[in-house]
């Protein structure tokens, strides 16, 4: 266009673009940002003038900010208090400045724009002697819009005397003509969750593929727990791409958030031995029954701080149409961004450490009387052996589950012993097929709610007993109230005779 209003006798060529198609989309503030940029790159040497207009209702405020950085000039401001801290634009002469304070928030970010501009032209000259990298402590970051810890965020710094060696590690050409400056390079490490709701398949299918085939991209592995029906038309949709894919039904997945939590972990530590350097996850809870809403409502928010640190990006899709209003409504507690259709930061957002003392876990239901009531000493050895001995005359078939039992009691016990204070006691009920501890002391109770939550640090002796009984255990919860501190627990056994 430009070409042909030059051969026409115009002086140049002036464009007003409004793109909110692009806002959607989960890769928004890298793959567009990285366009505008190439865009500038093109027709820095051309009579060319753009007015890109970005509409601030329809776009996150962190990508917001992220597109600002590209461009050279801004008529309005309309990002509120989240910015980049760095600006990157093309020159006169084609060349590429970057220039300000990159902190680790944003320095994957600006490797991936420099990815995607450099695709349409690389510049004669990169001049990173303006550009500096800061460092922030983990959780201290100021996430996305607001303080709100959307990304949570822990560098690792580089430093590279020459640029090329800094672009081959951010996955950009290293072949550049010409540098200026030393570049130190900040590769970050940061999780992004986000929740997608959706009222029918079209909506489902225009959310999840620009995800995964934004991941597939650049070269990140895919996973997929989903309903088996989503599965299907997910691997319509895609095509020849499903095959990167590894699906998961959705149904086994979610059996207990400890057990999920481990198998994410999992997927993250395969990918990286596959030489992945981040991972994109689709995650469809099996939210339940009614009293199980609670469990994966904490679960959800559990995520946030659990994978904090993880180089994984979380999509969540959940089915309007399906779920409950109040589960729907704690989506947007728990992600730090959602779709509907359109990707925004959500006002709703509420910290994990917040969010899991205000929902209270479901209380494992006890039926009449309890079997046993005694209390706990100075071993968990008498605990055990009398819940074990209760059930010898149950002809119960599944040793595993007999297995599980015990272990989970000891564990349970013997961290009333160490952390409780007190007088501690043990009660037992059993129904049908479910055996319901609870152990009980006058402890302060847990001095942080993701306990268990958290896999424990293989450095550390202690740490390990609830994470394991959350794992083995059909349902657990711990209750502080007037002075007391209850962990109540329930294993289900298979009977002989029965399914």
């Not at 099996?286 to 701080?305: I, K, M």
């Amino acid at each position: 266009m430009v070409g042909a209003a030059v051969d026409e006798g115009f002086q140049g060529y002036r464009v007003a673009a409004e793109v909110d198609w692009a806002a959607s989309r989960p890769d928004a503030g890298t793959s567009w940002a990285g366009y505008e940029l190439g865009a500038g790159l093109l027709a820095a040497s051309l009579p060319f003038t753009a007015l890109c207009v970005y509409d601030p209702r329809r776009w996150c405020p962190t990508d917001l900010a992220v597109l600002e950085s590209v461009h050279s000039h801004r008529i309005r401001r309309v990002v509120g208090d989240v910015d980049t801290g760095f600006q990157v634009h093309a020159g006169p002469d084609g060349s590429l400045r970057l220039s300000g304070e990159v902190d680790m928030a944003f320095a994957g970010r600006l490797g991936e724009i420099l990815t995607a501009a450099l695709r349409y032209s690389a510049p004669p000259v990169l001049d990173g002697s303006d550009l500096t990298f800061a460092g922030r402590p983990a959780g201290d970051s100021p996430g996305r819009s607001g303080g709100r810890p959307g990304r949570a965020n822990r560098g690792h710094s580089r430093r590279f005397g020459h640029v090329p060696a800094a672009l081959a590690t951010s996955g950009l050409r290293p072949d550049v003509p010409r540098y200026r400056g030393e570049l130190t390079m900040t590769t970050s490490i940061h999780l992004s969750h986000e929740a997608l709701f959706y009222g029918d398949d079209d909506e489902l299918v225009a959310g999840v593929l620009p995800f995964v085939r934004a991941g597939l991209a650049q070269d990140q592995a895919v996973a997929a727990a989903v309903t088996m029906d989503n599965m299907t038309l997910l691997r319509g949709a895609l095509g020849g791409d499903a095959a990167a894919v590894s699906f998961i039904d959705r149904d086994e997945w979610y059996q207990r958030p400890a057990t999920t939590i481990a198998g994410w972990q999992r997927i993250l530590a395969e990918a990286n031995k596959r030489g992945h350097r981040e991972v994109r996850l689709i995650g469809e809870v099996g939210f339940g029954t009614v009293d199980r809403h609670p469990t994966w409502t904490r679960y959800e928010s559990a995520l946030n701080s659990v994978f904090a640190d993880a180089p994984a990006s979380i999509l969540c899709p959940y089915d309007t149409r399906a779920l409950p209003a109040a589960v729907l409504a704690d989506a947007r507690r728990t992600h730090p961004v959602v779709s509907d259709p359109n990707r925004r930061d959500s006002d709703a957002y509420v910290a994990a450490d917040r969010l899991l003392r205000e929902v209270r876990e479901s209380v494992p239901t006890a039926v009449g009387e309890p079997v046993l009531v005694m209390p706990v000493g100075a071993s968990a050895s008498p605990a055990r052996r009398a819940v074990l001995g209760l059930l010898t005359g149950h002809d119960w078939a599944d040793q595993h589950r007999l297995d599980d039992l015990r272990l989970v009691v000891s564990e349970i016990v013997c961290n009333s012993i160490l952390h409780g204070g007190g007088h501690r006691e043990l009660r037992v009920w059993i129904s049908d097929q479910v055996v319901v501890c609870e152990v009980s002391d006058d402890g302060p109770g847990l001095p942080d709610p993701l306990i268990g939550y958290r896999p424990p640090v293989r450095t550390l002796t202690g740490g390990r007993g609830l994470w394991l009984a959350r794992q083995l255990c059909d349902a657990l919860s711990v209750e502080t109230a007037d002075g007391q501190t209850r962990v109540r627990f329930a294993v289900r056994l298979n009977s002989a005779g029965r399914p």
